[in-house]
């Protein structure tokens, strides 16, 4: 039976015996893992998410990003045995699981779980499998390791009840619970002692903590950087933690409830000092690991929260005035508004007050973050496909007027559903009201849900996740190598370890790009390339 553990900060001294400290819970949980035999449904969306990632870590290949953080991947050439999206060869274990990582976050298209904090639980994948690679683990290994994983992450962001443990309202990046849940996945999967593994949690949130900044101002490259860190952290936390305590290399501690800790000095304990957390884990050795299935995967390249949005607006089309070739008349729409939650109108919508994010013109990573953009996009193309952030010139002042012509207004039924603690009436939609020029009655549409969520309309099963694959790597991988990789990921759980590298493929059909200028480690690349 889950138990919900009440966590807050202790007064002046900072002690608190190890049992009572979240980290040593989440270990308990971590290093029995091996008692509890997996469900065939938890066995089946692991290596869902596993196809998942490779989509999107390869549709992403050769974006100026990724070309970034390949080059220190590929320094590391021969140091390690792991393996990286798109290319042969074997790499180090650091290397490999950061340029994984962020491959996997660049398109903000990986699966999600949002509670009392944010999430893309997938995070934590690259870095076990580069771990599981390294160290020879069974894909039997490897699943639970995953499965771990997200089960820790998602206790971490909230399970309802009141659990979870908010860190965007403190401006903390979420990449605080990643590793944590990171570092807990790897143990599990690597048969650490709960000792061993409470080090590694404590070594990993300690060193993820990272502002929100990231996500304002001028967006760049750092959201993609965020778990590709974290996953550094979290193996760096874990191969230290490996030490032992004997030669002094245990974590910083207790990380959450310290005078000095997580909540008292970055969450609600800085103003509060009697305030807590809840936090639901597994009974250790008992509980089988289904958090896993209350996360969902995403269809569009997009926030989450316009999922929802997108599906209605390419559901509605055919309820809008048509134009002679049969497309929605965009002249003669007046005006959408979108009856949403407070994060859709605040963050991703007009509340925002963000220029940028009603402008063709900005960057992807701030258009991916735009409700207006999103709307507009999808009935200007009347698709959401892999090319919507591929503007063409012609098509740029079109799709300007037609985003001014987007309003977001904040609903508190909306917002009331975006808390619920309850996950099967949780909703990140809203209500689209179209009004036009021509006296024409409005139209109207509600979606709650994404169809691809796990409570939508078409839950996502494995067919969805391989067409996913199919669409996202046309033109990078042929047929013959996305099949066998398929076929490899479908038969995870007898895999031996040998066979691991089958769970990063490569891109055959395409030349892996470099970074347009030189950085600190193209030096080795180029002379290992040269000798060669």
Same mark, same amino acid.
């Given at each position: 039976?889950?138990?919900?553990?009440?966590?807050?900060?202790?007064?002046?001294?900072?002690?608190?015996?190890?049992?009572?400290?979240?980290?040593?819970?989440?270990?308990?949980?971590?290093?029995?893992?091996?008692?509890?035999?997996? %469900?065939? =449904?938890?066995?089946?969306? #692991?290596?869902?998410?596993?196809?998942?990632?490779?989509?999107?870590?390869?549709?992403?290949?050769?974006?100026?990003?990724?070309?970034?953080?390949?080059?220190?991947?590929?320094?590391?050439?021969?140091?390690?045995?792991?393996?990286?999206?798109?290319?042969?060869? =074997?790499?180090?274990?650091?290397?490999?699981? @950061?340029?994984?990582?962020?491959?996997?976050?660049? $398109?903000?298209?990986?699966?999600?779980?949002?509670?009392?904090?944010?999430?893309?639980?997938?995070?934590?994948?690259?870095?076990?499998?580069?771990?599981?690679?390294?160290?020879?683990?069974?894909?039997?290994? #490897?699943?639970?390791?995953?499965?771990?994983? /997200?089960?820790?992450?998602?206790?971490?962001?909230?399970?309802?009840?009141?659990?979870?443990?908010?860190?965007?309202?403190?401006?903390?990046?979420?990449?605080?619970?990643?590793?944590?849940?990171?570092?807990?996945?790897?143990?599990?999967?690597?048969?650490?002692?709960?000792?061993?593994? @409470?080090?590694?949690? &404590?070594?990993?949130?300690?060193?993820?903590?990272?502002?929100?900044?990231?996500?304002?101002?001028?967006?760049?490259?750092?959201?993609?950087?965020?778990?590709?860190?974290?996953?550094?952290?979290?193996?760096?936390?874990? &191969?230290?933690?490996?030490?032992?305590?004997?030669?002094?290399?245990?974590?910083?501690?207790?990380? /959450?409830?310290?005078?000095?800790?997580?909540?008292?000095?970055?969450?609600?304990?800085?103003?509060?000092?009697?305030?807590?957390?809840?936090?639901?884990?597994?009974?250790?050795?008992?509980?089988?690991?289904?958090?896993?299935?209350?996360? /969902?995967?995403?269809?569009?390249?997009?926030?989450?929260?316009?999922?929802?949005?997108?599906?209605?607006?390419?559901? #509605?089309?055919?309820?809008?005035?048509?134009?002679?070739?049969?497309?929605?008349?965009?002249?003669?729409?007046?005006?959408?508004?979108?009856?949403?939650?407070?994060?859709?109108?605040?963050?991703?919508?007009?509340?925002?007050?963000?220029?940028?994010?009603?402008?063709?013109?900005?960057?992807?990573?701030?258009?991916?973050?735009?409700?207006?953009?999103?709307?507009?996009?999808?009935?200007?193309?009347?698709?959401?496909?892999?090319?919507? @952030?591929?503007?063409?010139?012609?098509?740029?002042?079109?799709?300007?007027?037609?985003?001014?012509?987007?309003? %977001?207004?904040?609903?508190?039924?909306?917002?009331?559903? /975006?808390?619920?603690?309850?996950?099967?009436?949780?909703?990140?939609?809203?209500?689209?009201?179209?009004?036009?020029?021509?006296?024409?009655?409005?139209?109207?549409?509600?979606?709650?849900?994404?169809?691809?969520?796990?409570?939508?309309?078409?839950?996502?099963? $494995?067919?969805? @996740?391989?067409?996913?694959?199919?669409?996202?790597?046309?033109?990078?991988?042929?047929?013959?190598? $996305?099949? &066998?990789?398929?076929?490899?990921?479908?038969?995870?759980?007898?895999?031996?370890?040998?066979?691991?590298? !089958?769970?990063?493929?490569?891109?055959?059909?395409?030349?892996?790009?470099?970074?347009? !200028?030189?950085?600190?480690?193209?030096?080795?690349?180029?002379?290992?390339?040269?000798?060669?």
């Amino acid at each position: 039976m889950a138990v919900i553990h009440t966590v807050k900060a202790v007064g002046k001294g900072g002690q608190l015996a190890r049992k009572d400290q979240l980290a040593w819970k989440i270990a308990e949980v971590a290093a029995r893992s091996s008692e509890v035999q997996l %469900t065939e =449904k938890v066995k089946d969306m #692991v290596i869902n998410r596993i196809i998942d990632n490779a989509a999107i870590a390869l549709a992403a290949i050769n974006e100026e990003a990724v070309t970034v953080m390949r080059e220190k991947t590929l320094a590391s050439a021969g140091t390690g045995l792991a393996s990286i999206y798109g290319m042969p060869g =074997k790499f180090g274990v650091s290397q490999a699981a @950061y340029v994984n990582a962020g491959a996997v976050r660049f $398109r903000d298209q990986d699966d999600t779980y949002l509670a009392a904090e944010y999430s893309h639980p997938d995070d934590n994948i690259s870095p076990i499998l580069a771990v599981a690679q390294q160290m020879g683990c069974s894909g039997e290994d #490897v699943m639970r390791g995953i499965a771990v994983a /997200y089960e820790i992450h998602v206790a971490l962001v909230g399970t309802g009840s009141g659990t979870g443990i908010c860190l965007h309202k403190h401006k903390v990046d979420h990449m605080t619970h990643i590793a944590a849940a990171t570092a807990a996945g790897i143990g599990a999967m690597l048969g650490l002692s709960v000792e061993e593994i @409470y080090h590694a949690v &404590n070594f990993a949130v300690h060193n993820a903590v990272s502002s929100r900044q990231s996500r304002k101002g001028e967006i760049g490259a750092q959201k993609e950087l965020v778990p590709a860190y974290s996953a550094e952290i979290a193996i760096e936390a874990v &191969n230290v933690a490996m030490s032992g305590n004997d030669s002094g290399q245990i974590g910083p501690n207790p990380v /959450y409830e310290g005078e000095d800790s997580i909540i008292r000095r970055f969450l609600d304990g800085r103003e509060n000092p009697d305030a807590e957390y809840k936090v639901r884990l597994p009974e250790p050795g008992v509980d089988t690991f289904e958090n896993i299935l209350i996360t /969902y995967p995403k269809e569009h390249a997009f926030e989450y929260q316009g999922q929802a949005i997108i599906d209605a607006v390419l559901e #509605v089309i055919p309820q809008l005035p048509a134009d002679e070739n049969g497309k929605p008349d965009l002249t003669k729409i007046e005006k959408i508004v979108l009856e949403t939650s407070h994060h859709t109108h605040h963050v991703i919508g007009v509340d925002a007050k963000d220029p940028q994010k009603v402008d063709p013109d900005a960057p992807r990573g701030t258009l991916d973050h735009s409700i207006m953009f999103a709307v507009a996009r999808a009935l200007q193309l009347g698709r959401w496909d892999e090319d919507v @952030y591929e503007i063409a010139a012609a098509d740029k002042e079109v799709l300007r007027e037609l985003m001014l012509k987007v309003e %977001t207004k904040f609903d508190a039924e909306w917002e009331r559903k /975006y808390h619920s603690t309850e996950p099967t009436e949780q909703a990140m939609g809203g209500k689209l009201i179209f009004t036009f020029t021509d006296g024409t009655a409005p139209v109207e549409i509600t979606k709650e849900r994404a169809n691809a969520h796990c409570f939508g309309d078409t839950p996502w099963g $494995r067919e969805n @996740y391989i067409g996913k694959l199919e669409k996202l790597t046309k033109g990078i991988m042929s047929d013959a190598v $996305r099949e &066998n990789f398929v076929k490899a990921a479908g038969g995870l759980e007898a895999m031996l370890s040998s066979d691991l590298q !089958k769970l990063t493929p490569v891109a055959d059909l395409i030349s892996l790009a470099r970074p347009v !200028k030189p950085g600190l480690y193209t030096g080795a690349v180029n002379a290992q390339a040269h000798a060669r």
